[in-house]
Every structure is written in structure tokens, then in C-alpha cells.
């Protein structure tokens, strides 16, 4: 790469650790959003879903007009996708004291991927969840 090609060429050292810094920064940040959305978006489904059952369930008597049973299918893909999280989220741990406490960069490194490909495993959950729950609502007319 030559000197017109470093967009930092301008800079000191302390710049440029500076300019490293905040983009570790920038991101974690966005590793967590991703993390909590996915942990709000599949609890909230599963909850609502737990929700609708038991007001459901508790009008009386009279079975529902609808099987529940095709409502298990969705809330164990969206219980999935909050482990998915949860497990992430304890890779993005690993991987981080991989890298700064034991400065094994490789596994620090299978770590993060593992932990994106959970990430992606879990968004991956909620979008099937929806659309077996919308199949489920559909059976039910």
C-alpha cells in the first residue's frame, strides 16, 4: 500500500491508535445491539405468544378454534433464538479474553465467527418462528 492510499498517512502513532480504538468501539457497540435485538425480538415473540395461549385458554370451557399444539413449533424456534443469544453472548466473552488476556489470536478468532454464526443461527430462528406462527393463525380460520 503506498503513503496515497493510507487514509491515515496524516497521522501520529497516538492518532492512529486512537482511530483503531474507536472503531473497537463502534464495533462492540453494534455487536450488542445485534445481540439484544435479537434477544427482544424472539423473548417478545415467545412471550406474546405464551400471552395469546393463556388468554386463549382461560375464556371458558369451549375448546379453542384452533389447534394449540401449532403454536409449540414457533415458541421452541423463538426459545431457541433467546439460547442463541445467550450463547453468543458468551462466545463474544471467550473471544475477547482469547484475545487481550491470553493473546491466542486463533482461538479468539473461532470464537467471534462462532459467535456471529449463532447470531445469524438465531435471526435465522425468529424469521422461521414467524412464519409458522402466521401459518398456525391461518390454520385456525
Known amino acids: 500500500m503506498s503513503e ?4 491515515l ?3 501520529t502513532t497516538e492518532q492512529r491508535v486512537e482511530v483503531w480504538k474507536s472503531g473497537i468501539e463502534s464495533i462492540n457497540a453494534y455487536a450488542n445491539y445485534a445481540l439484544r435485538g ?6 417478545g ?6 400471552a395469546f395461549l393463556g388468554q386463549v385458554l382461560s375464556k371458558g370451557p369451549e375448546p379453542p378454534r384452533f389447534s394449540v399444539p401449532s ?6 424456534l423463538f426459545g431457541r433464538g433467546v439460547l ?10 471467550l473471544s475477547q479474553l482469547c484475545f487481550h488476556d491470553f493473546h491466542h489470536r486463533r482461538s479468539g478468532n473461532w470464537f467471534r465467527f462462532s459467535a456471529i ?6 435471526w435465522a430462528l425468529f424469521i ?12 385456525a380460520r
Open 4 to 7: 496515497h492510499d493510507d487514509p
Open 9 to 11: 498517512s496524516g497521522f
Open 38 to 43: 435479537l434477544l427482544i425480538l424472539n423473548g
Open 45 to 50: 415473540a415467545a412471550i406474546a405468544i405464551l
Open 71 to 76: 403454536f409449540v413449533t414457533p415458541l421452541m
Open 84 to 93: 442463541c443469544s445467550a450463547v453468543a453472548s458468551g462466545l463474544g466473552f
Open 117 to 122: 454464526a449463532i447470531v445469524i443461527v438465531g
Open 128 to 139: 422461521i418462528g414467524l412464519s409458522k406462527t402466521g401459518a398456525a393463525f391461518i390454520a
